[in-house]
C-alpha cells in the first residue's frame, strides 16, 4: 500500500461518488456542481500519472470554461418545475441498453487477440522518441510538428462551425442604440475641461 | 498503513509547516494591503482614513476582523445553505492554493513545478465557481446578478490573460515560475512586451472584481453584489480571499513582468539586498498601483467591460503573440532554437 494507490483510490473513489451523485441529485445546479467535482478528481488522476500539462489543461479548459457555462445556463433555469420524479423510470430500459452495450465493446477489446497492441509491430506513423522532454514539450512537438496538418484541419473546421452558429444566430435588431467610443471622444463644444485648483475647487 | 505513516509522517509534517510559513505572512500581508488600501484611498480623497486604533490606525483592521469573528452568521431563510457555507471555504481555499507555486527567492518555494503558471491560471479560473455558489444559493435577486455578471467578467478576461502569458511564455521557453523570473536576469519583461504589461495589468483588475471592475459587487447598483447576504465569518473569509487573490495577482505581475526577485540593475549593493525584499517591494508597488486605481478610475459600465475584453484586449493579445512569436522565430531569439 503505497501513497500512490491510497491517493489514487482517494481521487476515483471521489469520482465515482460525485459521478453517481451527478445523476440522482434532484437538484441541476447540484449535479453541476458534482460534475465539476468529478472533473477536478479526474485531473488529480492525470498528475500522479505524471501528465501534469494534460491534467492543468482539463481543469482551465472543462472546469475553468466549459462548466462555467453549463453552471451558467442551469442556475437560470426554473428547475422546481422541470423535474418531474415520476418518469425518472422510464429511462432505466435504454441505460442498460447503453450500459450493455458499452460492456459488450469492453469485454470484446479486452479479450480478442486482434486487438492485442503488443502483437502489432510496426506502427504506421511510429512516435518520436520522447526521453528527456516534459510532457509539455512532448505533447506539443506531436500536436504541432507531426501532426501540424490535422491539428490545422481541425481548427479551420471549428472556426467554419463557430462562423456557421454566429451567422445562423445573429439577428439585426432595429432602433438600438450603440455606443461608438470614437465619435464619444472626438465630439467638441458639449463638453469643457476645466482645470481644478487643489483645496479651491471650482464654480460651475 | 504504520509503515506508511512511519514513511510520510515527517514528509508530511515538513509540507504543513511550508503551508504554515506561507498562509502567516500572507495572511499579515492582507492585513496590511487592506490598511494600505485603506489609506491610499483616504490619502486621494483628502481623508485620513483609519488613524484611531493602534498607532497610525495601524490595528484597525484586525480590530475589523475580530467584530466580524463575533457577529452572527445570518443563513436566509430560502437559501441553499450547504452550497451557500461551502462558497466563501472554496474561495479562500483557492486563492491560498494557488501561492504554493510562487517563487519569493531563488529556490524558496514550496513546490517548485514544472507547470507553475498553468496551475496558478487553472487555479484562479477556478475562482469564479465560489462567487457563482454565492449568488446562486443566496437565493435572492442581487447576488444572483452579481454572481451573472462575475462569471461572464472573469471567463473573458482571463481569455487574454491566457494570451498575455503566451507571450511571455514564447520569450522564456518554459512553464516554470523561477525558470521565467531567471529568463529576465538581462531585461524585465516590461521593457519589451509593455503593451502586453498593460494589458495583463487591467485584465488582472478586471480578474479580481477591483474598481474599475467591481460590477459583481457594485454597491450603488446590486447592494454588494454577491456578497449581499453573507455576514460574520463567511463574509471575511471572502474579504481574505479577494484580497489575497490581489495580491496573487500582484505577485504575477512581478513574476511575469517586473523580474521577479532580481534587483533592478545586478551590481553590488542592490545584489546584495535577499531576493525576497525585491519582491515584496515590487508586490508592494504593483498593489499601490491597483490602489490607485480604485481611487481615481469610476466604475465601467457592464456594455463598455464586454467590450473592452472582447473586441479590445483579445484581438490586441492575439495579435501580440503572432508578432511575438515572428520576431522571436526571425530574429532567431526564441529559447531553444
Redesign the interface.
Given at each position: 500500500?503505497?501513497?500512490q494507490l491510497?491517493t489514487f483510490y482517494l481521487f476515483s473513489g471521489v469520482i465515482l461518488i460525485s459521478s453517481l451523485m451527478v445523476i440522482s441529485t434532484k437538484?441541476p445546479?447540484?449535479s453541476v456542481?458534482f460534475l465539476?467535482l468529478s472533473f477536478l478528481n479526474a485531473a488529480g488522476l492525470f498528475v500522479i500519472l505524471h501528465a501534469?500539462?494534460l491534467a492543468?489543461?482539463l481543469?482551465?479548459v472543462y472546469?475553468?470554461?466549459v462548466a462555467?457555462?453549463f453552471?451558467?445556463v442551469v442556475?437560470?433555469l426554473d428547475f422546481k418545475t422541470s423535474i418531474n420524479k415520476d418518469n425518472i423510470l422510464q429511462y432505466i430500459p435504454i441505460g442498460i441498453l447503453i450500459g450493455v452495450v458499452f460492456i459488450a465493446e469492453l469485454i470484446i477489446v479486452l479479450i480478442n487477440t486482434k486487438f492485442d497492441l503488443s502483437n502489432i509491430q510496426v506502427l504506421p506513423n511510429p512516435l518520436s522518441d520522447f526521453t528527456g522532454k516534459?510532457n509539455?514539450e512532448a505533447i506539443g512537438s506531436v500536436l504541432y510538428t507531426d501532426y501540424i496538418l490535422y491539428f490545422q484541419l481541425s481548427g479551420v473546421i471549428l472556426l467554419v462551425a463557430m462562423i456557421g452558429s454566429i451567422v445562423l444566430t445573429l439577428r439585426e435588431r432595429e432602433g438600438v442604440k450603440r455606443?461608438v467610443?470614437s465619435e464619444q471622444l472626438q465630439r467638441q463644444g458639449k463638453i469643457d475641461l476645466v482645470d481644478v485648483k487643489s483645496g479651491k475647487g471650482v464654480d460651475v | 498503513?504504520i509503515n506508511?505513516a512511519q514513511?510520510?509522517f515527517i514528509e508530511v509534517m515538513t509540507i504543513i509547516l511550508y503551508c504554515l510559513l506561507i498562509f502567516v505572512p500572507l495572511l499579515l500581508g492582507v492585513v496590511m494591503a487592506l490598511y494600505a488600501d485603506r489609506k491610499i484611498w483616504a490619502a486621494v480623497q483628502k481623508r485620513r482614513g483609519p488613524n484611531v486604533v493602534g498607532p497610525y490606525g495601524l490595528f484597525q483592521v484586525p480590530a475589523d476582523g475580530l467584530k466580524f469573528i463575533f457577529k452572527e452568521i445570518i443563513l436566509p431563510d430560502g437559501s441553499?445553505k450547504t452550497?451557500f457555507l461551502i462558497a466563501p471555504i472554496i474561495t479562500l481555499a483557492l486563492s491560498i492554493a494557488a501561492w504554493a507555486v510562487v517563487p519569493v527567492q531563488a529556490g524558496v518555494v514550496l513546490a517548485n513545478?514544472?507547470?507553475g503558471i498553468?496551475?496558478i491560471?487553472?487555479i484562479s479560473?477556478?475562482g469564479?465557481?465560489g462567487i457563482?455558489?454565492a449568488g446562486?444559493s443566496s437565493n435572492s435577486k442581487y447576488p444572483?446578478f452579481g454572481?451573472?455578471r462575475s462569471?461572464?467578467q472573469m471567463?473573458s478576461y482571463?481569455v487574454s490573460i491566457?494570451f498575455v502569458i503566451i507571450t511571455v511564455l514564447l520569450c522564456v521557453g518554459s512553464?516554470n515560475l523561477t525558470e521565467i523570473v531567471m529568463a529576465q536576469k538581462t531585461m524585465w519583461f516590461f521593457i519589451p512586451l509593455f503593451p502586453m504589461f498593460i494589458v495583463f495589468f487591467i485584465s488582472a483588475l478586471a480578474e479580481t472584481n477591483r474598481p474599475p471592475f467591481d460590477l459583481p459587487e457594485a454597491e450603488s447598483e446590486l447592494v454588494a453584489g454577491y456578497q449581499t447576504e453573507y455576514s460574520g465569518m463567511p463574509f471575511v473569509l471572502f474579504m481574505f480571499g479577494e484580497y489575497i487573490n490581489i495580491l496573487l495577482m500582484c505577485a504575477m505581475t512581478t513574476i511575469l513582468f517586473l523580474g521577479g526577485w532580481l534587483p533592478p540593475i545586478d551590481i553590488y549593493p542592490l545584489n546584495a539586498v535577499p531576493g525576497f525584499v525585491w519582491f515584496l517591494l515590487k508586490v508592494t508597488f504593483v498593489f499601490y498601483l491597483f490602489a490607485m486605481v480604485k481611487a481615481f478610475v469610476p466604475r465601467y459600465r457592464y456594455?463598455?467591460l464586454m467590450?473592452l475584453g472582447w473586441k479590445v484586449f483579445l484581438p490586441l493579445s492575439l495579435f501580440a503573440v503572432v508578432a511575438t512569436s515572428t520576431i522571436l522565430f526571425f530574429f532567431n531569439l526564441a529559447p531553444g532554437m
Amino acid at each position: 500500500m503505497t501513497a500512490q494507490l491510497l491517493t489514487f483510490y482517494l481521487f476515483s473513489g471521489v469520482i465515482l461518488i460525485s459521478s453517481l451523485m451527478v445523476i440522482s441529485t434532484k437538484n441541476p445546479v447540484h449535479s453541476v456542481l458534482f460534475l465539476i467535482l468529478s472533473f477536478l478528481n479526474a485531473a488529480g488522476l492525470f498528475v500522479i500519472l505524471h501528465a501534469e500539462f494534460l491534467a492543468m489543461i482539463l481543469i482551465i479548459v472543462y472546469v475553468g470554461a466549459v462548466a462555467v457555462l453549463f453552471l451558467f445556463v442551469v442556475m437560470m433555469l426554473d428547475f422546481k418545475t422541470s423535474i418531474n420524479k415520476d418518469n425518472i423510470l422510464q429511462y432505466i430500459p435504454i441505460g442498460i441498453l447503453i450500459g450493455v452495450v458499452f460492456i459488450a465493446e469492453l469485454i470484446i477489446v479486452l479479450i480478442n487477440t486482434k486487438f492485442d497492441l503488443s502483437n502489432i509491430q510496426v506502427l504506421p506513423n511510429p512516435l518520436s522518441d520522447f526521453t528527456g522532454k516534459s510532457n509539455t514539450e512532448a505533447i506539443g512537438s506531436v500536436l504541432y510538428t507531426d501532426y501540424i496538418l490535422y491539428f490545422q484541419l481541425s481548427g479551420v473546421i471549428l472556426l467554419v462551425a463557430m462562423i456557421g452558429s454566429i451567422v445562423l444566430t445573429l439577428r439585426e435588431r432595429e432602433g438600438v442604440k450603440r455606443q461608438v467610443v470614437s465619435e464619444q471622444l472626438q465630439r467638441q463644444g458639449k463638453i469643457d475641461l476645466v482645470d481644478v485648483k487643489s483645496g479651491k475647487g471650482v464654480d460651475v | 498503513m504504520i509503515n506508511l505513516a512511519q514513511t510520510y509522517f515527517i514528509e508530511v509534517m515538513t509540507i504543513i509547516l511550508y503551508c504554515l510559513l506561507i498562509f502567516v505572512p500572507l495572511l499579515l500581508g492582507v492585513v496590511m494591503a487592506l490598511y494600505a488600501d485603506r489609506k491610499i484611498w483616504a490619502a486621494v480623497q483628502k481623508r485620513r482614513g483609519p488613524n484611531v486604533v493602534g498607532p497610525y490606525g495601524l490595528f484597525q483592521v484586525p480590530a475589523d476582523g475580530l467584530k466580524f469573528i463575533f457577529k452572527e452568521i445570518i443563513l436566509p431563510d430560502g437559501s441553499d445553505k450547504t452550497v451557500f457555507l461551502i462558497a466563501p471555504i472554496i474561495t479562500l481555499a483557492l486563492s491560498i492554493a494557488a501561492w504554493a507555486v510562487v517563487p519569493v527567492q531563488a529556490g524558496v518555494v514550496l513546490a517548485n513545478i514544472n507547470v507553475g503558471i498553468l496551475y496558478i491560471f487553472a487555479i484562479s479560473s477556478l475562482g469564479v465557481y465560489g462567487i457563482l455558489m454565492a449568488g446562486w444559493s443566496s437565493n435572492s435577486k442581487y447576488p444572483f446578478f452579481g454572481a451573472l455578471r462575475s462569471a461572464a467578467q472573469m471567463v473573458s478576461y482571463e481569455v487574454s490573460i491566457g494570451f498575455v502569458i503566451i507571450t511571455v511564455l514564447l520569450c522564456v521557453g518554459s512553464l516554470n515560475l523561477t525558470e521565467i523570473v531567471m529568463a529576465q536576469k538581462t531585461m524585465w519583461f516590461f521593457i519589451p512586451l509593455f503593451p502586453m504589461f498593460i494589458v495583463f495589468f487591467i485584465s488582472a483588475l478586471a480578474e479580481t472584481n477591483r474598481p474599475p471592475f467591481d460590477l459583481p459587487e457594485a454597491e450603488s447598483e446590486l447592494v454588494a453584489g454577491y456578497q449581499t447576504e453573507y455576514s460574520g465569518m463567511p463574509f471575511v473569509l471572502f474579504m481574505f480571499g479577494e484580497y489575497i487573490n490581489i495580491l496573487l495577482m500582484c505577485a504575477m505581475t512581478t513574476i511575469l513582468f517586473l523580474g521577479g526577485w532580481l534587483p533592478p540593475i545586478d551590481i553590488y549593493p542592490l545584489n546584495a539586498v535577499p531576493g525576497f525584499v525585491w519582491f515584496l517591494l515590487k508586490v508592494t508597488f504593483v498593489f499601490y498601483l491597483f490602489a490607485m486605481v480604485k481611487a481615481f478610475v469610476p466604475r465601467y459600465r457592464y456594455d463598455q467591460l464586454m467590450r473592452l475584453g472582447w473586441k479590445v484586449f483579445l484581438p490586441l493579445s492575439l495579435f501580440a503573440v503572432v508578432a511575438t512569436s515572428t520576431i522571436l522565430f526571425f530574429f532567431n531569439l526564441a529559447p531553444g532554437m
